[in-house]
């Protein structure tokens, strides 16, 4: 479990966030939401160790992140799997280097074992068809067609599906999104939310989403949690988020209603 | 009386204030300079703690080494006959304006050798390979860093002073003196061409001069100059790349940075070499 107490970090002048305590739930998937800078991205990284909080701690596991040695906290990462908002692939490598690289550089030199990890995480993510339900041969073809591709030659959404199977290999416990409905049009968006959902069912992970997206929250959370100011405005259910009436909330909700209202 | 003494005592506090201001910039100036050679040091001292997984990750050495050694061998090439031959004319040239030149024959491929083998090819060939090889170490890594794939570097559990900046590093370390190698026989051959098209020497002159000046410990120092060189420039351009903030504009930024950096670095530290060595 990912317990958060009073959390302070500022960048320069900046205050970004002023004192957060929450607890992670196993198993379930916590969307955290709230406007552009309000530190949503910042809390993920200082939770990976990617950031050090200037106050306050964050356990894993009853062990505090700022406490671990550094191979304490590679070790750590490892349980750990993230998809960066700009999917962050590797430019210079395929589909398939990018996935296995960490099991690469961490000693798997088994190309079986490597291929059987890419071809089981891009099932997971849809973007080969299940083996047991084509030919050897038709699969075989698409695997080789999507796995040598480089990112550059992926849409959008193929990226971030890239980034999310990239995020399951090795099995993490914890799976962390960040944004990954953004800059994607509403069918994309609709079957990432579809897939964020039934991959924390399917592999019984804990997944925390952040999110601009009204409706990934109603899609995919059990717990919603709006940071605002540096600090959490509200914590909930999706169904106490709509029927809040907290003026803050209430504002979030509607701009974003009236936003996607507006769009013809 | 009290007006004058007003304004000397005013004088003094603008004095005082713009002295001040003066230490306290040179202050933050220097501040900084440590500051930063400090987190330079800690990249170094990283790097060379995972050198011993250089044999495990040939891969990646290979391929800097590869970029770094055969993708600047024709710029070197190119740098290292002009290079050669200029030493070569002013070198003659300067012989001739004072009628020394008839004497001056057996002396002037030997000294040629010297100037290229300890000075010329090490020191423009580094300066050469800081804008080639250093900016597009600061670019390749400063554009991972903005798009977030240092971190996810970091969140597969890989170091990345291991898997970037260690290969670039042990790479520059070994291809440098390489390419020195072959930029101080074009050298020669640029300066040779010279002396015989120009100033019509034998070609025996030219080659027993330098067999009779020639010494190894020029070589030698030539090329553990030019290795601490590429090292420096590798070290440099990994640093900026980490560093780098704010988009394209800040990977431009970091490459000029890495660029001026490390030529800097290269200028003092020849200067040094000078002086032990």
Redesign the interface.
């Known amino acids: 479990m990912i317990v958060i107490d009073n959390v302070h970090k500022a960048f320069g002048p900046k205050q970004v966030l002023r004192g957060v305590s929450m607890l992670i739930p196993e198993g379930e998937t916590t969307v955290i939401i709230g406007r552009s800078g309000t530190g949503k991205s910042v809390l993920l990284k200082l939770i990976v160790g990617l950031l050090e909080p200037d106050e306050g701690t964050i356990t894993i596991d009853g062990r505090r992140v700022d406490l671990m040695s550094e191979s304490e906290r590679y070790q750590m990462r490892r349980r750990f799997g993230y998809v960066f908002q700009g999917a962050a692939l590797f430019d210079s490598m395929t589909v398939a280097d990018n996935l296995v690289l960490g099991l690469y550089e961490h000693g798997e030199r088994n190309t079986e074992v490597l291929r059987e990890e890419v071809v089981r995480n891009l099932v997971n993510v849809g973007l080969l068809p299940d083996p047991r339900t084509v030919s050897a041969s038709v699969f075989n073809q698409a695997y080789e067609i999507l796995a040598n591709k480089k990112p550059a030659e992926l849409s959008g959404g193929m990226r971030k599906r890239v980034g999310v199977a990239r995020a399951l290999v090795g099995s993490p416990e914890y799976i962390f999104y960040d944004e990954p409905t953004t800059g994607l049009d509403p069918i994309t968006s609709e079957q990432i939310d579809d897939l964020v959902a039934a991959l924390t069912h399917k592999l019984d992970v804990t997944s925390v989403v952040i999110t601009h997206d009204i409706f990934s929250v109603y899609k995919v959370a059990h717990t919603v949690i709006m940071l605002d100011e540096g600090l959490i405005r509200f914590r909930g259910t999706p169904l106490e988020l709509r029927s809040s009436h907290d003026p803050v909330v209430h504002e979030f909700l509607e701009r974003y209603a009236h936003s996607h209202a507006e769009v013809p | 009386m009290i007006g004058e003494d007003r304004t000397t005592s005013s004088d003094d506090g603008e004095e005082g204030g713009l002295l001040n201001a003066t230490f306290g910039a040179l202050g933050r100036v220097l501040m900084g300079f440590f500051a930063e050679f400090g987190r330079i040091v800690l990249l170094l001292r990283s790097v060379i703690r995972y050198i011993p997984t250089a044999i495990r990750s040939r891969r990646l050495v290979l391929e800097q080494m590869y970029m770094i050694g055969v993708g600047s061998l024709p710029l070197v090439l190119l740098i290292g006959s002009f290079t050669g031959a200029i030493a070569a004319l002013q070198a003659t040239n300067l012989f001739a304006k004072f009628n020394l030149l008839a004497l001056a024959r057996p002396f002037v491929g030997g000294s040629i050798a010297t100037v290229v083998f300890t000075e010329l090819s090490p020191v423009l060939t580094a300066l050469v390979i800081a804008g080639r090889v250093g900016g597009s170490i600061a670019a390749q890594i400063g554009?991972?860093k903005v798009?977030?794939?240092i971190?996810?570097?970091?969140?597969?559990?890989?170091?990345p002073s291991r898997?970037l900046a260690m290969p670039r590093v042990m790479a520059a370390l070994v291809m440098m003196p390489m390419l020195i190698v072959f930029s101080d026989l074009v050298a020669l051959l640029g300066a040779f061409l010279l002396v015989i098209l120009k100033f019509t020497f034998q070609p025996a002159d030219y080659w027993d001069s330098i067999r009779r000046f020639f010494s190894v410990y020029e070589i030698v120092v030539g090329m553990l100059k030019s290795a601490t060189f590429g090292g420096v420039t590798a070290l440099i351009g990994c640093y900026v790349g980490f560093n780098t903030e704010g988009g394209a504009e800040g990977v431009g930024n970091s490459t000029v940075r890495s660029f001026t950096l490390s030529s800097a670095a290269i200028l003092v530290l020849d200067a040094l070499f000078g002086y032990v060595l």
Do not use: F, G, N, R
């Open positions: 554009t991972m798009s977030e794939q971190d996810a570097l970091e969140m597969m559990a890989v170091h898997y």
